[in-house]
């Protein structure tokens, strides 16, 4: 089951440096929005925000129009998946174990109920056959696809990806893409940090560009890439595109 996820005035300073400067983001159930600018604009930090690995310092984090701030962090991070630019998997667990002790741990499964899961994801991001596989005898952009599978046998209701692909080698990078793309159209609600403007076009529903800890534009991905309304994001697409 999918939910909608909205941050509400999201402030928060890390130092001396404000990162996030009252930023408002809603993704409806089911739908997919790519959040895209240059780097250090707050992209990530905001996703780390959403999924309370910084708590903010005013404003407020809805799932389904109810907050979360005080929620179990714990439990708050069983229902929003995320996949980040580093893989970190186990390195001497197998792909099965890595992918089976989040049910076993978080979930409560039994070993067998747990591995069962694992070998479901692992069969949906096509890894089913490298199971017993250690992660450093595996590709970066399998090791990725591991790390979704990962994030997916928690049964979210939601996923965040951190620039999932800027750590892979670009022909590893259209399989992870598609596998994304794959978990949009089967209606799962993703938050998408990314570089990819061919993926935030094709596969967004709506399109967020911040810039130093604002939100400066949003809508359809058709109206940010074809009809910028702010110069920023007119010279930000003129670099990138």
């Known amino acids: 089951m999918s939910s909608s996820l909205a941050g509400v005035g999201l402030n928060l300073t890390l130092g001396r440096n404000h990162v996030l400067r009252g ?3 809603h993704v409806d159930a089911g739908q997919t929005t790519t959040v895209i600018g240059p780097s250090g604009s707050g992209k990530s930090t905001l996703l780390r925000v959403l999924n309370r690995l910084y708590e903010p310092d005013s404003g407020d984090v809805l799932i389904d129009g109810t907050s ?39 979930r409560g499964l039994s070993r067998d109920a747990a591995r069962a899961v694992a070998l479901e994801q692992l069969e949906i991001v096509g890894l089913a056959a ?22 997916l046998a928690m049964k979210p209701e ?59 534009e949003s809508g359809s991905p058709d109206r940010l890439f074809d009809d910028a309304h702010t110069p920023r994001l007119r010279q930000f697409l003129s670099q990138v595109l």
């Not at 998946?81 to 186990?90: H, S, T």
């Not at 490298?130 to 994030?151: E, H, K, M, Y």
């Not at 159209?185 to 990314?194: A, H, K, L, P, Y």
């Open 158 to 216: 939601l996923m965040l990806f951190d620039e999932a692909t800027s750590a892979l080698d670009p022909e590893l990078v259209k399989g992870v893409l598609a596998l994304m793309a794959d978990l949009a159209s089967g209606g799962m609600t993703m938050i998408v940090v990314t570089h990819e403007m061919g993926f935030a076009r094709s596969v967004s529903d709506s399109v967020v560009f911040m810039d130093q800890g604002l939100v400066v």
């Open 68 to 106: 979360v701030l005080t929620e179990n962090p714990d439990r708050l991070r069983q229902r929003i998946g995320m996949v980040f630019q580093q893989f970190n998997l186990f390195p001497h667990r197998s792909v099965l174990d890595n992918v089976a002790l989040g049910p076993r741990k978080l």
């Open 23 to 25: 930023v408002d983001i």
């Open 130 to 151: 490298r199971a017993d596989t250690r992660p450093a005898n595996l590709s970066g952009g399998q090791q990725q696809r591991v790390a979704i599978a990962r994030a």
